[in-house]
C-alpha cells in the first residue's frame, strides 16, 4: 500500500506542491519569528552584559508612576554619603544616563533610531567599558563627547558642533571626542549617546545639579553581590530600587528587546493566517484527488484493502506533503532571519556580537504544527475515501453530487445563533454581555457562513455570473463554477474569509477615524495647535483623552515662552499651553494635564460639572467626573496623587469638569507641572485667532517661534484631525498587507480548483471544440469560471465583514458608521484580480485540448 | 468507383483528395490513411466501414476539419479545409458542420434544449423556431426539452445530440459509431432518424461504424483496409454488408 501511495504521490507532484505552498509559507513565518526573536534577543543580553560588567550593585529610585519602565525620579547626591559607611562597598559612582538626549542631524531634522534610546550621559572617562577613539573627554560646559555610532550616524566630527535637545530646548555644544566600546562596537545596541560633563548631564537628562540617575556600587572582594544588595536595600528603605549588575542587565536587556515583540506578532499573525488558509487549501486538494481517484479507490476496496489502509494511504500522502513542506519552511524561515537581522542591524546601526540563534526545540515545535495541519485538513477526504463503496469502480463516473440538505441543516442552525447574537449585541438586550455576544455572534456567523457557502452559491452565484457574462461561453464558465457547490465553497473559504476581515476592519477603522475627527473638531476650539512630532496623533490617548507620557520616553516639548510670544502676534486672540503626563492614583495610572485653566476651559470646550475650575495654589486640581467616580473622590476632598518628580502628595479637589476628548484625569496648574512632572515644558500649545485673521498667515508667523524645534510643528484644525485619526493607519495597513498575502494564497487555491476541473472536463472541452468553439471561447469560459468564483467568494466576504463591522461600530457607541467603499472596492478588485490570475494557466490548458484525445473512447 | 461521376450533379458536400495521414515517426510511423480519395455526395447518407485500424476513423476526423492531413486536400462544399488556421477550423466546425458521437456528447450543466442551440448560441446566432420544432418533432424530444442529460435515458441523450447536428442545417454530420453505447431498439430509433433527415431534409450524413445492420441504412458504404479504399456497396441490406466485411481480407489494398 505504501508503495503506491508512493508512486501515486510522484505522479501529483504539482498538484500537491500547490497544496504544500501554503504551509510552507505558514512554516517559514513561524520559524523566522523564533529564529529572529531569540537572535536578537541574545544578542541584546551579550550587549548589556557588557555594559553592566562593571556593575556589582545598582541604585536607583523607585518610580513614582507606574511600572519599571517609566520615568525614575533622580538620586540626590546625600544618598552617597548615606552609603559611605557600608563596610562592604569598595566604590561608589553616580551616574547619569538618561533617555532623551534627542541629536539635531545637518538635515535640520531630528535624528532617529528605531527602538533603542538615545541616551544622555555625563562623562566618567575612560572606563573599562568606554574607550576614546578621537579627541578627549568633555571638560567644559559647552563640549560633548558623542558615541562612534552617533557619529557616523549623523556624520559629526571632533572639531564640530552638535544640536542637542534634552529636557532644555535646543542647544549647541563642541564636540571634542569620539569613542566607542571595549568589545569594538561604537554603540550598544543602536543607542546614541551624548556624554556631557556631570553637572550639564544632570541638568540637562535630569533636571537639576546634584542629583543622579543611578549610583554603581563596587563590591568588596570577599562580599557577594546579592550580599550587599540586601543589605543597601535594608539600609535605603522603599524609595530606592537596588538590583545587582546581573539583575540590571535582565532589566536592561528586557526593555531593549519589548520592539522585538512586534515583528514577533507580525510574523506569528501572517503564520497564523497562512496556516488557517493552508487548511483550505489542502482539504480541497485531498478531496478532489479523493473524488478524482474513486474509481482507483473503488478498485482497492474490491481488491480487499480494509478501511483502515484506505484512510491510511491518503494519511501517508498528506504526511509526506506536510513533512516536505515543513523542512522546506523551516530552511526558508532561517534564510529570512538572517535577512532580517541584517535589515535590523542595517537600520539600528547595531552590530549583534552574535551568529545567527536557531532554537532547536522552537524550530521542531513549528515543524510539528506545519505536519499537523496538514494531516488534519486531510482527514476529512480520507475518510471519505475509505467510504467509497467497492461497486464504485464498475460504474462509470462517481456522483459526485450529494445532498446540499445536511450540510444546510447544520450551518443554519449556528448561523441564526451567530446573527440572534449579533443582533442581541446592537439592539443592547444583552445589556453588560454586548462584547461578548458580539464576539460569539461573529464567530458563530462565520461558521454558519462556510457551512451555508455551498448552498449559497447555487442562489447567489447565477446572479454574480448574469453580472458577468452573457455570451455563451461566460454562461457555460458560470454553469461550470455552480456544478459542485462544495467544491467552489472550500475554494473560495480563503477569498471569503480573508475579504470578511478587510470588510470588518475596513468599516471600523473608518468609523473609528471619523469619529475621532470629529470629536477633535467638536472639543477643539483652537484654530492653530502647537505640538510635537507624534503628540497630535497621540491626542486622545488610547482610549480617548489626551495624549500622555506613559510610554517613559521623553516627550517633544516647546518653551513656555513660545505660547507668551504666540499671544503676542498681531491676528491672535490668545494662546494658551498645556502641560502632559502621567500620574499615579489609588486605583492606577492616569492622563494627568495642567496649564491655564480660565483659557483651557475655552479652548477645549471644558463644562464644569461642580465646584470651580479655577486653581489658586500648586496642591489643588480640578478632576474629571469619570476620574472623580472610579477613585470614589467628590469634590471638596483631598486626594492623593504621585507625580513623577514629586511622588505622592495630597490634593484639594477644588472643582470637576465634564471628560472630553482632548482632556481627563486631574488637571494641576503650570507652576505644579513645572516641578513635579517628568517635563516641566509643554507639550501642547492652542492658539486662537481674531475674528479677521488669515489662518495661513498666522500659522506662518507661529512656525517660525518654533522654527528652532525640529520635533515641534504647527498645525490647524484640519491636520489636527487628520493626524489625530491617523493613529489608526500603522495598523490598518499592516493587516491589509497581511490579507493581501492571504489572498495570495487564496489563488492557489482557485488555479488548484480550476486545473482539476479542466482534467476532469477534458471530454467535454473536447467536445465543445468538436461544435466548434473557438480557443479564444474556450479562455473565455475558463476565465468566466475563475471569476466567478472569486468574486462570489469576494462579495460573500465582505458582504459579511461589512456587517459584522457594523455591529461592532453601533455596539462600540461610534458616532458614525462609516463605508470605506474605495478599500472595498480595491479588495474586490484584488479578488477579481486574484480570479483573473488564477485563470491564467488552466485556461491556456483548455484553449489546447486536444479535441481528437478527448473524445477518443477508451 | 464507376458509380461516382452520376452523383456529381448534385454536388459534393465533402471530398478528400489524395489524403495521406501517418501517425509516429520512423519504424514505428503508422500510416492511417494511404493516398485516399473520397467524395461524399451532397443529400446521401454514406457509411464508412472497415476493421479496426482501417483508417475510418482518422478519415472522418480529417473530413470534419478534427485532424490535419500530412498530404493530399479536404473540402467541405467550396470551402478547403487544409491550410485552414484553428479559429478558421473551429468556425466552419460550428456552422457547416455537425457531430454526433458515441458518447460524452453532451454538456451537462446544460438543458436538452440549450445543448441542441448550444453551436448557434456560441455563434450568437437565435435558431429559426420552425426548424427547431420540425426538429424537436422528429427527434420526439418536445416533452423532455426542460430535462438535463442526467435526466435522459441513453437513447435520448443520442437524439438530442442528432437534433443539434441538425439544427443548424450543416453541409455534412458526422457521426462517429452513434449507436456503439446504446441497445439495438434505441440504436434502430436513432439510425431511422438519421436516415429520415436524408429522405426529409436531404441532410448529408456521413457514419463510421463497424456494425452492418447500422451500415445497411446508409445509401452507400465505403469500405477501408489499411488506409485505402477497397470496396464500396449501394443501398446494401445487412446481409450484404456482412459479407463484404467478412471477404475483406481478401481485397488487395494496394
Redo the contacts between chains.
Sequence with gaps: MLKATLKGLLARKLRLMLAGLAVVLGVTAVSAAMVTTATIGSGFDSIFETTTSDVDVSVSSAPNVGGETTFTPPVPASVVEELAGVAGIDAITGEVSADGARPVGADGKVISVQGPPRLGVAWQGETGLVELREGRGPTADDEVAINAGLAELGGYRVGGTIDVLTLEPRTTFRVVGVYGYSNGTGTMGGSTEVAFTEPVAQRLMLGETGVYSSLTLTARDTVPNETLRDEIAALLGDGYQVRTGDELAAQTAADGRAFLDIVRIVLLAFSGLSLLVGIFLILNTFSILVAQRTGELALVAALGARRRQIVGSVLVEAALVGVLASAVGIGLGVAVSTGLKAVMEAQSGAQLPVGLIVPVPDLLAAFGVGVLVTLVAALVPALRASRVPPVAAMRASAAEQRSLTRITVAGAVPAVLGVAGILGAVLDVVGDLRWAALGGGVVLGLVGLALLTPAASKVLLPVVGRLLGW???GR?GR??A??NPRRTAITVATLVVTLGLVGGVGVVAESLRRDVSALVSTDLAADLVISGDGVSARAGGGSGGPPTAADGRIMPTFEASVVEEAAGLPGVAGATAQYVDTVELPGGQSPANAGDLSTLESVLGLKTVDGTLRLSGPDEIVVDTDTLGAQGWAVGDTARVATQRGGWQEYRIVGSYEPNFLLTGPVLTPEAATERFVSALPALGYVELAPDADVATVKAAVSELVADNPEVTVADQTQLATDSASRFDIAEIMLYVLLGLSVVIGILGIINTMALSILERT??L????????????MVHMVVAESLVMSVFGGLLGLAFGGLAGAAFVSVAGLAELAVPWTSLAVFLGLAVAAGLIAALAPSTRAAKVN??AA?A?E | MTTVTQETITGLAARAVGVTKAYGAGAAAVTALDDLSVDVQRGRFTAIMGPSGSGKSTLM?CL?G??TVDSGEVWIGETRLTGLN??GL??????R???V??????????TAEENIT??L????RKPDPAWFDTVVDAVGLSDRLTHRPSELSGGQQQRVACA?ALLPKPDVIFA??PT?NLDSRSGNEILGFLSRSVEQFHQTIVMVTHDANAAAYADRVIFLLDGRMVHELHDPDAEAVLDTMKALDTFDSR
Design positions: 455570451s455563451t461561453p457555460l454553469l461550470n455552480a456544478r471530454r467535454e473536447g467536445l465543445l471544440r468538436a461544435i466548434g468553439m473557438r480557443r479564444s471561447h479535441v481528437l473524445i473512447y | 476526423h470534419a478534427l485532424d484553428d479559429k473551429a468556425d466552419l466546425r460550428r456552422n458542420v455537425g457531430f458521437f458515441q458518447q460524452f456528447n453532451l454538456l451537462p450543466t446544460l448550444l453551436p448560441a456560441i455563434a450568437n443539434r462517429d459509431e456503439g
